[in-house]
């Protein structure tokens, strides 16, 4: 809210309190008692804030799991070619997921003061990063090292919740929070398809049957498209 000073007849000064929005017209129906949060759902609208916000959200948190889950259909040939044991393997595993919960915590309050939409692209690209690194791997520790930054796409959960909370009201938020949950989860099997039954296979005839290059290589794409 912004605060401007008027005069009166009597040349006194009285507050006058206005208010400043960006939009003034909306394509749903909103709550001004609720800061103008939308009160429906429409999935068939693009439109500025409400649906553009929902429809980015769950996109993005579907890619983040694209570079999230990029490597884990790759694991087998990874182990086998870099000689590693099942539970170097399992630690990377745990390391990537424990990077996430640390990460969480940190992006809570950072929505709070940046906004979600800036820190979701932030977190994108400081994912695609070490996803693109895929290929330069030569260890087991290498892998958990690459893992663990990986797995700051994790913590876009915080982001993708936090940015359709702040719009829509408390009526259908819940809705609307559950399905791009639920989309952005979605990420986790399709990437297995598209990983594992078509890019990794497309890569190896690509490499001329050399399964090494292709895993190592076959990561630029998820990192591309984050």
Known sequence: HSHVLLFDLDNSLLPYQTDWKKYHNYDVIVDP???????????????RPHMRAFHYSW???FI???IWF????LL???RDDLRLTKGEVWTSSIVGVGGTIFVRFLVGPLCDTVGPRVLFTIMLIAAAIP???TGLVNSATGLAILRLFIGIAGGTFVTCQYWTSRMFTKEVVGTANALVGGWGNLGAGVTQLIMGSALYPLFKVLCNDDSELA???????PAVVA
């Open 76 to 78: 087998s040939e990874i």
């Open 215 to 221: 895993w190592r290589t076959v990561c630029i794409v």
């Open 59 to 61: 996109s993005a948190f």
């Open 70 to 73: 990029a490597i884990s259909p």
């Open 64 to 66: 983040a799991f694209f």
């Open 131 to 133: 996803t693109a690194c």
């Open 33 to 47: 008692d609720q800061d103008d949060k939308a009160t429906e759902i429409k999935l068939t609208s693009f439109e």
